[in-house]
């Protein structure tokens, strides 16, 4: 079977963020004062950002935000997984087309400039773009028509 568009996700596809993530997390709860080990929180994590802050943090209103500069900050050298240049550069070498999906704001442009990988792709989908969540398929319904066109 052949390929030729390919609908990508950012953070643990592309991006190797689950241990900065989770180092950002785990500070923050120690800035209000509680504690977690950071196997539970990165558990947590590959669930989803809302289950983590769910486990650990669900009486703290100003969590999210204080977690999320954090995380922010400590993203400002974004690490991708080994090879994943190289792959995005022989697909699109051979004619594929890539799309990114995302649940992070905006910033996520900027995490694709600061890897070098931003002019592969043809669309990136944002939290900004106003689309449910991941997993609804609205988002990929959306991708699907202008992967069609």
């Known amino acids: 079977m052949d390929y030729h568009d390919f609908i990508w996700d950012l953070g643990g596809t592309l991006l190797d963020n689950y241990e900065t993530s989770t180092k950002a997390f785990v500070a923050t709860l120690q800035y209000f004062q509680r504690e977690a080990d950071h196997d539970s929180v990165y558990a947590a994590l590959k669930v989803s950002t809302d289950y983590a802050v769910q ?8 969590f999210l935000g204080e977690y999320k500069q954090r995380e922010k900050e400590a993203l400002e ?17 051979v004619g594929a087309r890539h799309f990114l999906v995302s649940h992070r704001d905006h910033h996520v442009e900027t995490i694709l400039e600061k890897t070098g990988i931003r002019h592969y792709f043809t669309e990136v989908v944002t939290a900004d773009d106003g689309f449910p969540r991941k997993p609804d398929p609205y988002v990929h319904v959306v991708s699907k028509r202008q992967v069609c066109d």
């Open 55 to 62: 486990q650990f943090a669900s009486d703290l209103p100003d």
């Open 77 to 93: 050298i974004p690490c991708l997984f080994e090879g994943t240049e190289e792959l995005l550069h022989r697909l699109t070498a």
